[in-house]
């Protein structure tokens, strides 16, 4: 009940595509769903994060969708940019009560040129 | 503005020895968690400090402790260093603000246990 699921492991776009990464967990109590970018050798990066009473959420090129009743969520980089060739870490969280964040195994992204 | 800072950078050390690493949080932020993240898997939670107390804990033996200062900086203990400990050793803080808690990572350790 304290897993995230996520898929795909991996993933090659070209320049331009829309990778699409996803996320799926059980326990209906999390509340709060970030999503971190994480190159080699650095720590993750938050890039953006959603409430479950919202359905989608953009920043610049990144947009979560998040279905409450199938308890999914996924990230989707419109306009995907060699640059952002990393590994992308969901997550999954209660806002109160419990503090730690539940992670996804990653997906590692590349991006051709 | 600097974000969380964590010492050393690289670390190697033997079977059955100690370790401290240490973690600096972002500016104005008090609370610090601390993650174990294997090669190629998610962040593991470890545990988190609050106001100087272990305010929850993961699934991890007694070998690890830590602490946190008044100035909310933190350390994380490793005894009894085992080989499967190898691995990157970040730190994340945070600050609740309306409802909002928001984790930001540092760049971590990495520890390499020979």
């Known amino acids: 009940q304290q897993q995230v699921k996520q898929s795909p492991q991996s993933l090659i776009v070209q320049k331009g595509g829309i990778p699409i990464i996803n996320c799926a967990y059980e326990n209906t109590a999390f509340d709060y769903f970030p999503w971190y970018q994480q190159f080699p050798g650095k720590g993750p990066a938050l890039l953006i994060a959603i409430r479950p009473d919202v359905s989608e959420k953009k920043e610049g090129r990144f947009t979560i969708s998040f279905n409450k009743s199938a308890k999914q969520f996924s990230l989707h980089i419109m306009d995907s940019q060699p640059g952002d060739s990393a590994t992308y870490f969901c997550?999954?969280?209660?806002?109160?009560?419990?503090?730690?964040?539940?992670f996804g195994t990653g997906t590692r992204l590349k991006v051709l040129a | 503005d600097a974000g969380v800072t964590q010492s050393p950078t690289h670390l190697i050390k033997t079977r059955g020895q100690q370790v401290t690493l240490r973690c600096s949080p972002k500016s104005g932020h008090d609370t610090v968690s601390w993650y174990q993240q294997a090669l190629g898997q998610g962040p593991q939670f470890i545990f988190q400090y609050y106001e100087e107390e272990e305010r929850q804990r993961g699934n991890f033996p007694d070998r690890f402790s830590g602490h946190q200062f008044p100035n909310y900086s933190s350390e994380l203990n490793v005894n009894a260093l085992l080989l499967g400990d190898s691995a990157l050793y970040l730190c994340?803080?945070?600050?609740?603000?309306?409802?909002?808690?928001?984790?930001?990572f540092g760049p971590g350790t990495r520890l390499t246990v020979t």
């Open positions: 997550a999954a969280s209660y806002m109160s009560g419990t503090y730690k964040y539940i």
């Open positions: 994340a803080s945070s600050l609740e603000v309306a409802g909002a808690y928001e984790q930001y």
